[in-house]
C-alpha cells in the first residue's frame, strides 16, 4: 500500500538520522560535497514542526550534528540531537538579550519566521537579524510568503515584506524562501470532503500552489550546504494549483469515496486562507532545482494521511 510504504520509508530515514547515520545524496548544485565546508548552521524555531524537519534534511545530506547550532524556546525538546553533538540553545525573538549568545560561532542561518506575539513579527525578525550580525553571521535564508511574489504588501504579507527589507539592508547575503501555504492545511477540508460525501466550490476561486512542509526543510537545507545562493529568490511550492475540484478528486483517488461538488451559494462565506486568492496561485521549479527531485504531489500527499481521512468517515 503506498500509505504502509511511505510510512515505513519515513520512519527508516529518521532512524537512521538519530543514529547520526550519513544518507547518500545527489544534490542539485554539482560539484557539492555535503559536509564539505565548515560552517556551522543556526535553525531557529528548531523544536517546531518545519525546523526539525529542516534538522533532519541537514543530517541526512550527511551534515555533522556538531555544526548544527539550534535554537529554540524550549531546549528540551530537542534532547535527542544534542545527544548527537549538536547545540542546543535558548533563544526567543521577542527577547533580544537572549539571542546573541544563542547564535554566537554561527556563519550561516536559518531565520524561520514566528507566529504573532506580543511584539510586532518584522521587530522580532530584526531582533534576531540583528543579533545574528553582531555575531559574524554572513548568511541568512528567511522563511518569508509566496504573496510578496505576486504583489500583496497587506494582511500576512505585510511583516514579511517588511522582514525581507530589515535582511535586505542588512549587509549580510540573504536568501527569501517564499514558501506556499503548507498542504497540511488541506487535511481538515479534505477530511470533511469524505465525511459528507460533498464539496462546496467557490464562485471565484484561485487554486493555491500548496507545498508539502517536508519539501520547504529540503529547499531550506539545500540552501544552507549549497553554493549559489546568496541574494537571491525562490518561490518555494508545490508542483499544481489545487482548488476545491482538485482537492475533490485526489480525495476520491486516495480514499476512494465519491465526492459530490456543488456551487456555492449567494452569501456562502468564502474561505479563510485556504482555497482562493490570486496573490497565492503561484508555481515554480524551484524545489526541484534546490533538492534534486519533485515537490511532493497532492495525491501523494493525502495518500500518506489516507488513514487520517477514512477515520473521519467513521
Known amino acids: 500500500m503506498p500509505n504502509a510504504t511511505a510510512s515505513l520509508a519515513r520512519r527508516s530515514v529518521l532512524a537512521l538520522v538519530l543514529l547520526?547515520?550519513?544518507l547518500p545524496f545527489s544534490s542539485g548544485a554539482a560539484g557539492h560535497t555535503p559536509g564539505a565546508r565548515g560552517d556551522r548552521i543556526i535553525i531557529?524555531?528548531?523544536?517546531?514542526?518545519l525546523g526539525e524537519?529542516?534538522?533532519?534534511?541537514l543530517l541526512a545530506?550527511?551534515?555533522?550534528?556538531?555544526?548544527?547550532?539550534l535554537v529554540t524556546?524550549?531546549?528540551?525538546?530537542?534532547?535527542?540531537?544534542?545527544k548527537l553533538g549538536a547545540s542546543v540553545r535558548y533563544g526567543d525573538f521577542t527577547k533580544p538579550e537572549s539571542l546573541r549568545k544563542a547564535f554566537a560561532g554561527g556563519t550561516r542561518m536559518l531565520l524561520i519566521s514566528i507566529g504573532f506575539s506580543a511584539v510586532p513579527r518584522p521587530v522580532a525578525h530584526q531582533n534576531a537579524i540583528e543579533a545574528a550580525v553582531a555575531d559574524g553571521v554572513k548568511h541568512i535564508a528567511y522563511t518569508s510568503y509566496i504573496g510578496l511574489s505576486r504583489g500583496a504588501r497587506t494582511g500576512l504579507a505585510s511583516d514579511h515584506y517588511r522582514t525581507e527589507q530589515i535582511l535586505r539592508e542588512s549587509g549580510v547575503a540573504w536568501t527569501m524562501l517564499r514558501n506556499s501555504i503548507y498542504m497540511e492545511e488541506v487535511i481538515p477540508q479534505a477530511a470533511k470532503m469524505v465525511a459528507t460525501g460533498s464539496a462546496v466550490v467557490p464562485a471565484r476561486e484561485s487554486g493555491i500552489g500548496y507545498v508539502a512542509r517536508e519539501d520547504c526543510a529540503a529547499a531550506a537545507a539545500a540552501v544552507l550546504v549549497t553554493p549559489g545562493h546568496d541574494d537571491k529568490v525562490y518561490d518555494i511550492t508545490g508542483p499544481a494549483l489545487i482548488g476545491t475540484?482538485?482537492?475533490a478528486s485526489a480525495v476520491s483517488a486516495v480514499t476512494g469515496k465519491s465526492i459530490e461538488l456543488k456551487p456555492a451559494g449567494s452569501g456562502t462565506p468564502g474561505p479563510r486562507r485556504g482555497l482562493?486568492?490570486?496573490?497565492?496561485?503561484?508555481?515554480s521549479d524551484a524545489v526541484a532545482k534546490l533538492t534534486g527531485r519533485p515537490p511532493?504531489?497532492?495525491?501523494e500527499f493525502l495518500a500518506r494521511h489516507r488513514a487520517e481521512l477514512l477515520g473521519s468517515a467513521k
Do not use: K
Not at 531557529?44 to 514542526?49: K, L, R
Not at 545530506?61 to 547550532?69: F, K, M, V, Y
Not at 511532493?296 to 495525491?299: D, G, I, P, T
Open 53 to 57: 524537519l529542516t534538522v533532519q534534511a
Open 44 to 49: 531557529s524555531g528548531a523544536a517546531g514542526h
Open 20 to 22: 547520526g547515520w550519513a
Open 245 to 247: 475540484r482538485e482537492l
Open 61 to 69: 545530506r550527511g551534515i555533522p550534528a556538531s555544526r548544527l547550532i
Open 276 to 283: 482562493g486568492g490570486p496573490t497565492l496561485s503561484v508555481t
Open 73 to 82: 524556546r524550549t531546549p528540551d525538546r530537542l534532547a535527542r540531537y544534542a
Open 296 to 299: 511532493m504531489s497532492l495525491r
